[in-house]
């Protein structure tokens, strides 16, 4: 028997076990007279952690005497239970006036079980946010400048490994980690919609002194209460709507800058926005279904200048990796990508320092040399 479950023994044992306390086995609310049978009973509960509830609970002398007859009465009608059903255990009593044909009482337990759902102890654990780096700071000039010579310092410090390709490549990871962080720093992701941003501490300013401008008003009922509030109302409203045509602007704004880079984001950007229509009306008055196929139209076209790999066959198997292909290689690496197991973003190899990437082209031409393949490459 699973002792993980609720046990309970129900029924005649023909035991009187008294009203002497027995830690965890017998209460003191039981009769008076204990006998031979109730002493094996008591011995039987103890050795397996089990309560006799009858003893636990008290009542009137009537509702506790479960046999009576030609004038004798006695409890030998038990409730046995172990103690993980202790919490579901609200009440042991004896009903007389039910007739049941017996010289024995209704002896009724009052059972409340939990819910399904509160059995279960498992919590849920938090995921764990996992930080990347901000590579979108790396289409400023200036940061790239700064992550450039970080990456240069962090390459005069730490000498050349040839001999072991693990260790030369643990190396030239920590090189672009340390960078990185000191030039960047890291984030967590946050799945958020991007609305419009118009909340600050002026807006927040304007928001209290209407609302206490409005309370003041409410308490007293003055006309001057009334027309100050009035005043502060109008205000609040002709700053939010300030802020909203500033906010639009410089989204517009930035939408338009995307459009010249690499990989831009405006198609994703404007699926995030909560109404389409509303976007729309920023453009001027176009319909939703032209909207959407001038936007699909310009994000499936290829660029005709996007550059392609081109090796000569015959000499693919013993030419060595020239400096040119590892460019064109990073070239066509695509931004805003998420990274790999060892959290390296394309952006950190691509935007490096030419003696980084001769390090690093130095590192694979040993590797197709020596036919070394490394697995976390």
């Given at each position: 028997m699973?002792?993980?479950?609720?046990i309970?023994?129900?029924?005649d044992?023909?035991a009187?076990?008294?009203?002497?306390r027995?830690?965890?086995?017998?209460?003191?609310?039981?009769?008076?007279t204990l006998?031979?049978?109730?002493r094996k009973?008591?011995d039987?509960?103890?050795?397996?952690?089990?309560?006799?509830m009858?003893?636990?609970?008290?009542?009137?002398?009537?509702h506790?005497?479960?046999?009576?007859?030609?004038?004798?009465?006695s409890?030998?009608d038990?409730?046995i239970?172990?103690?993980?059903?202790?919490?579901?255990?609200?009440?042991i009593?004896?009903?007389?006036n039910n007739?049941?044909?017996?010289d024995?009482?209704?002896?009724?337990?009052?059972?409340?079980f939990?819910?399904?759902?509160?059995?279960?102890?498992?919590?849920?654990v938090?995921?764990?946010?996992?930080?990347?780096?901000?590579?979108s700071?790396?289409?400023?000039?200036?940061?790239r400048?700064?992550y450039?010579q970080?990456?240069?310092?962090?390459?005069?410090?730490?000498k050349e490994?040839?001999?072991?390709?693990?260790?030369e490549?643990?190396?030239?990871?920590?090189i672009l980690?340390?960078?990185?962080?000191?030039s960047?720093?890291k984030?967590k992701?946050r799945?958020?919609?991007?609305?419009?941003k118009?909340?600050?501490?002026q807006?927040?300013?304007?928001?209290?002194?209407?609302?206490?401008?409005?309370?003041?008003?409410?308490?007293s009922r003055?006309?001057e209460?009334k027309?100050?509030?009035k005043r502060?109302t109008?205000?609040?409203?002709?700053e939010?709507?300030?802020r909203?045509r500033l906010?639009?602007?410089?989204?517009?704004?930035?939408l338009?800058h995307d459009?010249?880079?690499?990989?831009?984001?405006?198609?994703?950007?404007?699926k995030?926005?909560?109404?389409?229509k509303e976007t729309a009306?920023?453009q001027?008055?176009?319909?939703e279904?032209?909207?959407?196929q001038?936007?699909g139209k310009?994000?499936?076209t290829?660029n005709?200048?996007?550059l392609?790999?081109?090796?000569?066959?015959?000499?693919?198997?013993?030419?060595?990796?020239?400096?040119?292909?590892?460019?064109k290689?990073?070239?066509?690496?695509?931004?805003?990508k998420?990274p790999?197991q060892d959290?390296?973003?394309?952006?950190l190899?691509?935007?490096?320092?030419?003696?980084?990437?001769?390090?690093?082209?130095q590192?694979?031409?040993?590797?197709?040399k020596?036919?070394?393949y490394n697995?976390n490459?």
């Open positions: 699973n002792r993980n479950d609720y309970m023994l129900i029924g044992m023909n009187r076990v008294g009203n002497n027995v830690i965890n086995t017998v209460g003191t609310n039981g009769e008076a006998n031979n049978n109730g009973l008591i039987f509960c103890t050795s397996n952690n089990l309560n006799i009858n003893t636990f609970f008290k009542h009137k002398e009537i506790k005497f479960t046999w009576e007859t030609r004038g004798h009465k409890i030998i038990y409730f239970k172990n103690m993980k059903t202790s919490k579901v255990i609200q009440d009593r004896v009903y007389r007739e049941i044909d017996s024995h009482y209704l002896l009724c337990a009052k059972v409340n939990p819910p399904w759902w509160l059995n279960k102890t498992t919590k849920k938090p995921l764990k946010q996992e930080k990347f780096f901000k590579v700071l790396l289409n400023d000039d200036s940061i400048w700064l450039t970080r990456v240069k310092l962090h390459l005069n410090n730490t490994n040839e001999i072991d390709t693990e260790r490549w643990k190396t030239l990871q920590n980690k340390s960078a990185a962080n000191e960047l720093g984030t992701r799945n958020r919609r991007k609305y419009l118009i909340w600050d501490d807006i927040h300013q304007l928001i209290e002194t209407k609302r206490k401008s409005h309370r003041k008003w409410l308490n003055k006309l209460d027309l100050e509030y502060n109008a205000l609040a409203k002709r939010v709507r300030k909203q906010s639009w602007g410089k989204f517009v704004t930035n338009e459009t010249y880079r690499n990989q831009p984001k405006v198609y994703k950007i404007l995030q926005i909560k109404d389409v009306c920023i001027g008055n176009m319909d279904n032209t909207f959407l001038y936007y310009l994000w499936n290829t005709i200048n996007e392609q790999l081109e090796y000569n066959s015959a000499d693919y198997l013993h030419a060595s990796i020239t400096l040119d292909e590892l460019e290689a990073f070239k066509l690496t695509k931004n805003g998420t790999g959290n390296i973003n394309s952006e190899y691509k935007y490096a320092p030419e003696e980084f990437k001769l390090r690093l082209l590192f694979l031409n040993n590797i197709y020596e036919n070394c697995s490459i």
